[in-house]
């Protein structure tokens, strides 16, 4: 049985959109369009909208990849240049807070996701270094599953939300917490005619004369490039059935650091769809990234947040089945990415 994943690597000088194989190895497309008969898209991105026009284009792959011959099947190794699965989305959501462990330290639950941009240009594929500067302070993983939008979405209901995800793809939203803190925000203190309530609904107040407001910009703190490592493959979403049941196991150098489970999510994936599409058009190729593991593991008691990548180097790796595992090296240098 074929497990319909896509996914994209640099073969001959030039990105190739790649199918896996029945036995694991890679595909190239162009192979199996031509057993097909089928005209070849040029990117995931155009995969993306023609599957969506074309009911019949999946089923068709998946017949023609089930047949293939042996001399078309490349096989993975550590030489394979993966690229991002997708690499040029019009946006990247990420969901803050979204797990239960770690909403109890949350002064208020905001009782909706909290979002979050980044950028495509942080994104980078399976196997390549996750670039960080010792200077950031605290730099972190984060274990994350991520949809790819598969048809424009705006306005949608929850239970309309998966008719609108081509795939599903494994996300590692690296986060500076350094930077963040460091670059990224800014505390004022307002007088009191210009302080309005729902400036402070979501923090507690330190006496009646607290005015202070803290503003905090997810920009380089997440959006450096690099910090987006995703892949290798996007999977079918009736390969991955409810996404809201999956296992993430983080490592270090194949050491565990975090086990945790999607069902811990604060908010449903679906509910995060639907909720983001009340703010923003999803687009075809979108990414939303829903958020990080919160359980712990042996030395690792905070789980990822007690890998400091500024501080140590390995592979950071990141299995949730039946996505695959994505890794990544991480790599410092000094004056930024």
């Known amino acids: 049985m ?12 030039e990105a190739q959109l790649v199918m896996q194989a029945y036995d694991g190895g890679i595909c190239p497309m162009e192979a199996v369009m031509a057993v097909s008969g089928r005209d070849l ?17 999946l089923p068709t792959l998946a017949a023609a990849i089930d047949g293939m011959a ?39 639950d905001p009782g909706v996701p909290n979002f979050f941009l980044k950028p495509p240009s942080c994104l980078t594929g399976h196997g390549k270094p996750i670039f960080v500067d010792p200077d950031w302070g605290a730099v972190i993983p984060e274990p994350e599953i991520c949809a790819v939008i598969g048809r424009r979405a705006k306005h949608i209901s929850e239970e309309e939300a998966l008719d609108h995800v081509f795939g599903f793809m494994i996300h590692n939203d690296v986060t500076s917490h350094g930077l ?15 302080a309005r309530p729902e400036f402070y609904g ?12 803290y503003y905090v910009y997810h920009t380089r703190s997440k959006g450096t490039d690099s910090f987006g490592p995703c892949g290798p493959w996007i999977t079918m979403c009736d390969v991955v059935g409810n996404p809201n049941d999956l296992h993430v196991t983080g490592t270090i150098d194949d050491e565990v650091f975090t086990k945790d489970h999607t069902g811990n999510y604060r908010f449903s994936v679906e509910t995060c769809i639907a909720e983001a599409s009340r703010y923003f058009t999803l687009e075809p190729g979108d990414m939303i990234s829903f958020g990080t593991t919160g359980k712990g593991v042996g030395r690792f008691p905070r789980g990822h947040k007690s890998l400091l990548l500024g501080e140590i180097t390995g592979v950071v ?11 990544n090296p991480v790599r410092h240098q000094k004056g930024g990415a």
Do not use: Q
């Open 2 to 13: 074929v497990t319909m994943k896509f996914g994209t690597i640099r073969l001959d000088g």
């Open 41 to 57: 898209p040029g990117t995931m991105l155009d995969l993306v909208t023609r599957a969506d026009d074309d009911a019949d284009l």
């Open 70 to 108: 042996e001399d078309s099947i490349i096989r993975p190794d550590d030489d394979t240049d993966w690229l991002p699965p997708i690499g040029n989305p019009s946006k990247i959501l990420g969901v803050a807070f979204n797990n239960r462990e770690l909403m109890k330290k949350a002064h208020h």
């Open 180 to 194: 963040k803190f460091g670059k990224d925000s800014i505390a004022v203190t307002y007088d009191r005619d210009m």
């Open 202 to 213: 979501w923090r507690n107040l330190h006496g009646e004369d607290d005015t202070d407001a």
């Open 317 to 327: 790796g990141i299995e949730i089945e039946p996505l695959g595992r994505l890794a």
